[in-house]
């Protein structure tokens, strides 16, 4: 069964101990839309947020007994991109805690080329030739800055 589901863009930290914190990467089910916000319950907590922290995203769920198995539907490129980030994001707060600000800069440039290429990819507006040419620069960009961040040598 395809479903829509919710991420967080940013950060929102609840207000009062009726509204849920919730991070970068953290999903929800809506339940209900009220006037630009978002309403998510669960068990414990109702909690409001502003719809422009969230993008959509389409899932498959398949009901096995009593579980739910939530399946993102993102084409396997884009995870891939997902996933690099996070990774180079943790290794862009080390160098950051470690004073390395060059290297900072240099992982900071990467990180912002595979986030402006995959809003492109997601936009799902690119004819087959561009889609084509920018997928190959996307995995170029993830081996060259693969080497550049998991290696002691500045080579960016």
């Known amino acids: 069964m395809a479903a829509l589901i919710t991420v967080f863009k940013w950060n929102f930290v ?7 914190s919730l991070e970068v990467g953290d999903t929800v089910h ?30 498959s769920i398949d009901k096995r007994g009593d579980e739910e198995i939530v399946t993102s539907a993102e084409m396997p490129l884009v995870k891939e991109v997902t996933t690099t980030l996070r990774e180079w994001g943790t290794i862009w707060k080390q160098l950051f805690v470690s004073n390395k600000h060059g290297r900072v800069k240099q992982v900071q440039r990467l990180m912002w080329d595979l986030m402006e290429w995959r809003s492109q990819l997601l936009s799902g507006t690119l004819p087959s030739d561009e889609f084509k040419e920018l997928k190959q620069k996307v995995t170029s960009k993830i081996d060259y800055g693969n080497k550049c961040v998991y290696t002691v040598n500045r080579c960016c």
Request: with cysteine.
């Open 30 to 59: 809506i339940q209900e839309v009220c006037e630009g916000e978002c309403c998510y319950y669960c068990s414990c907590v109702q909690s409001f947020f502003p719809s422009s922290f969230i993008h959509l995203k389409e899932v």
């Open 14 to 20: 609840g207000k009062g101990e009726k509204q849920l």
